[in-house]
């Protein structure tokens, strides 16, 4: 086997041995004609986070960190794949979104930069809660009639 198949590149820094990766493969549901009914098409990935020797410690947390929705308690991710009718077509599917999913999860947030009003957008501000001020004042009644 060629070096491109054996392992996924995620990251320039970080590449996966495709053993770590399992497929299971069962009949994807919704409607169809006699293919749906008898062949297995749809792909689960299972990826065991927790316990890869790929991932070093500072991404074995962002990635539990970030697509805890895909992680099962066990520290397991998992992708499905069933919009193609072929199990292979599938297959190469949940790779590519287990590739971008991770790639996506170490990716280092921009920080925000802290940003200040206009001083147009300031003086808007002010002149509306003078205005509302003003109506919230005409409202009471005089103070003789207290």
Request: hydrophobic letters at 30%; a positive charge.
């Amino acid at each position: 086997m060629s070096e491109e198949t054996e392992r996924l590149e995620i990251t320039p820094s970080l590449s996966i041995p495709m053993e770590e990766l399992s497929f299971h493969f069962s009949r994807a549901g919704g409607p169809g004609g006699q293919h749906v009914n008898t062949s297995e098409t749809r792909v689960e990935l299972r990826f065991d986070v927790r316990r890869s020797p790929s991932l070093s410690e500072w991404q074995r947390e962002r990635i539990l960190e970030r697509l805890g929705t895909y992680i099962d308690s066990d520290g397991v991710l998992h992708l499905f794949a069933a919009s193609r009718r072929s199990q292979r077509q599938n297959r190469q599917e949940a790779i590519e979104r287990f590739q971008k999913l991770l790639a996506q999860a170490l990716r280092p947030r921009r920080p925000r930069l802290p940003t200040q009003p206009h001083p147009a957008a300031r003086e808007r501000r002010l002149t509306a809660k003078r205005r509302r001020s003003e109506i919230k004042r005409l409202r009471r009644l005089p103070p003789d009639e207290l």
